[in-house]
């Protein structure tokens, strides 16, 4: 089964675990069936609408070292071998002046 590494401060609503395995074939199936079995990542993973965006800042779910978003979407395949990693990033706009 996939698995999809957790950023560390998203840790404490998956008891601690760094990996958690999931079932799916896809990138979509696969991040419902994470927030199915932790259930409190899912606000932190997607917006209003239901898009992977996390709220006060942004998420990237990365499949290798691409943006799935890049790939084909909710819809790019999954191998039992595959590890996702859930990347946190936050808009520049939130991060404050820049330059000197």
């Known amino acids: ?3 999809i590494r957790i950023p560390e401060p998203w840790r404490k609503h998956t008891g601690g675990e ?3 395995e999931v ?4 990138v979509g199936p696969t991040i419902d069936a994470l927030t199915s079995k932790h259930p409190e990542l899912r606000n932190l993973l997607f ?5 992977i965006s996390g709220t006060g800042e942004s998420v ?3 499949l290798g070292m691409r943006d ?3 790939l084909d979407g909710a819809n ?4 039992p071998a595959d590890k996702l990693m859930i990347l946190r990033t936050w808009p ?3 991060s404050g002046p820049q330059g000197g």
């Open 92 to 94: 520049a706009a939130m």
């Open 23 to 26: 079932s799916g074939e896809t």
């Open 76 to 79: 790019t395949p999954v191998s």
């Open 68 to 70: 799935f978003r890049e």
């Open 1 to 3: 089964m996939p698995k």
């Open 60 to 62: 990237n779910v990365l």
């Open 18 to 20: 760094a990996l958690v």
């Open 47 to 51: 917006d209003n609408g239901d898009c």
